[in-house]
């Protein structure tokens, strides 16, 4: 076996080699693998040993091709043991994984991979076909793996690579350094075209140490990964990651019986889950009265979790179990962390008052500073001025999880950098404050502020006050046009039970837009029927395409009031076929 080994080299696969040199035959991996003929679901397992054995083989096969270290790298494959076993196996070797959300649009997974510019793409059979089909990084592209049967397009099968390593592995970690590029994550893309967000290996490993440090996570814990990319840190945790029956683009629409299958038969003592798929388990664990003793902790990002689906699920939960809502993004994770109690016995009163989101404190290690809301560039830290505790501004944020700029966005980087000496500081594109517990409060994307001739709206404020309402599942502000001006409108998704009509519904939401200063002047409100939202957690809502549609919206109606004649003509000549057919 050829050794890759460096005394100040930093890699979080060490951690991976670590934990599977002291427990070799725990399992790592639990994969969904499908029922059997009586209907069960059944699982796959894997150890820490078969996982770490597969990695080396995979090394030393990527080297036989040509995939070497700091080669940008395309990974497109399903959840699988072989998911993990290629991250880990580009991550030991200093390969550069490049990690796009498939489902977030044609158009700019093309644009995302010329951007990327990777010089080999790992794909199973559908994602090459389309790879061809549509052009993807064609002029960079050199090197192909085909996870599963390869057809027409030449490269190599995985089979192949893998036979390539198994008479020399390549055992051990390159020696890369906590500078050197260690991935590509792109974003989800909530606020515009999706970036491509360098990871240094310092990024991955500070984010490790963070979620060790603030949730206190053991070796040996059993983790339920609902969206996969979070449960490649699970390994190097000393975690067992299980991965269940579902598709994690689509958690929203998840069988709540594969969750509560998962948890029961393997003992789960630590979940992830964005807040459509808790909404979605908690229904029907209360509706079905559930209770999971072996939880000890839910962790929920993406969005702000409703405080209704934080009371249902802490009815599933032992007393001792928390439920967390870190906050981050893909820029820096986790920012700062509060829990399901706090918002339930303290903040969600504050929140339905219009007076934003808590999402806890800083972690350890990250520096949190509010500043003046701005649009542009901001260069240099020293021209600028942190807010006092309860001004509202914009979040900027420092440490070692922090990224420090995107692959080939110079704009978007300098939007969303600041350079302070040595090290910098990322604008989250966040609103919010502290309070004078040191607590932060969230109150929007920055971009997604409606601006009139009147006063400024922020999102999470105006919305709380409609949520408020028992037939609204969710709402959001967007800005339309009107009259050649920007208007603020309520953009509404009703429960699936709903018991008023949505007349009443909308002027139920008139009176309570008129309790509050900030909400006074909203007057429009749209009923939406499916709000739409990202395709990584099924909870980011899409304001810019709702801004389109209210805008649409509302020329309908400014139509309808000037053409009445014309209405009333269109209904009177139906009417008249009608009875004519």
């Not at 995939?67 to 790298?73: A, L, P, S, Y």
């Amino acid at each position: 076996m050829t050794h890759l080994q460096g005394t100040r080299s930093v890699n979080i696969v060490r951690a991976l080699y670590s934990n599977a040199e002291a427990n070799p035959q725990q399992t790592a991996i639990i994969i969904a693998a499908g029922r059997d003929k009586q209907g069960q679901r059944q699982y796959d397992h894997f150890s820490f040993e078969a996982l770490v054995q597969q990695a080396n083989q995979l090394a030393r096969g990527f080297h036989e091709i040509g995939i070497t270290r700091g080669e940008r790298t395309v990974l497109m494959v399903k959840p699988s043991f072989e998911f993990f076993s290629l991250m880990f196996a580009m991550l030991k070797s200093g390969i550069v994984p490049v990690l796009i959300d498939p489902g977030m649009g044609l158009s700019h997974l093309k644009t995302c991979l010329a951007e990327a510019e990777p010089t080999a793409f790992i794909g199973i059979p559908k994602a090459h076909a389309a790879r061809l089909a549509l052009g993807w990084a064609k002029d960079s592209l050199k090197t192909h793996v085909t996870v599963g049967p390869k057809l027409g397009w030449g490269g190599h099968s995985l089979d192949q690579v893998l036979a390539m390593g198994q008479n020399n592995p390549i055992d051990g970690v390159a020696d890369t350094q906590a500078d050197e590029v260690a991935a590509l994550l792109f974003t989800s893309g909530s606020t515009g075209v999706p970036k491509g967000v360098i990871y240094q290996h310092r990024n991955f490993q500070a984010q490790i140490d963070r979620l060790r440090e603030r949730f206190q996570i053991q070796p040996g814990e059993i983790d339920l990964a609902t969206f996969p990319p979070f449960a490649l840190f699970d390994p190097a945790l000393g975690m067992t990651s299980i991965i269940p029956e579902m598709d994690p683009t689509r958690p929203a629409e998840v069988n709540p019986e594969s969750i509560f299958d998962a948890i029961e038969r393997f003992q789960v003592t630590h979940m992830f889950g964005s807040p459509a798929l808790l909404n979605r388990i908690s229904r029907a664990g209360v509706e079905q009265e559930r209770y999971f003793p072996s939880l000890k902790r839910v962790l929920s990002a993406g969005a702000p979790v409703p405080y209704q689906t934080l009371e249902r699920m802490q009815k599933m939960l032992p007393p001792e179990a928390q439920i967390y809502t870190p906050y981050g993004a893909t820029e820096c994770l986790p920012v700062s962390v509060t829990s399901g109690q706090q918002i339930l016995e303290q903040t969600q009163f504050q929140t339905a008052q219009g007076l934003g989101i808590c999402i806890g404190e800083p972690v350890p290690g990250v520096q949190v500073e509010i500043i003046p809301i701005n649009d542009e560039a901001i260069s240099d830290w020293d021209s600028v001025t942190p807010l006092p505790e309860g001004e509202w501004g914009e979040i900027v944020v420092a440490g070692e999880n922090v990224t420090s700029a995107y692959f080939n966005r110079p704009e978007s980087t300098a939007l969303a950098k600041i350079q302070d000496g040595d090290q910098v500081r990322h604008r989250m594109g966040d609103l919010g404050y502290f309070d004078d517990q040191g607590r932060l409060w969230f109150c929007g994307r920055k971009a997604h502020r409606v601006i009139t001739e009147q006063q400024t709206f922020f999102t999470v404020p105006c919305e709380a006050i409609f949520n408020t309402h028992p037939d609204v599942y969710r709402t959001a502000l967007v800005g339309a046009k009107s009259g050649g001006k920007t208007v603020p409108v309520i953009c509404i998704e009703l429960e699936s039970e709903a018991q008023l009509p949505p007349d009443q519904v909308r002027l139920d939401l008139l009176e309570l837009a008129a309790r509050y200063p900030h909400t006074q002047p909203i007057r429009i409100f749209l009923i939406h029927p499916a709000l739409p939202v990202d395709i990584r957690h099924n909870s980011k809502i899409f304001r810019e395409k709702l801004a389109v549609w209210a805008t649409e919206q509302l020329a309908k109606r400014q139509q309808a009031i000037q053409n009445p004649l014309t209405n009333i003509s269109r209904q009177i000549f139906k009417r008249l076929k009608g009875r004519s057919s």
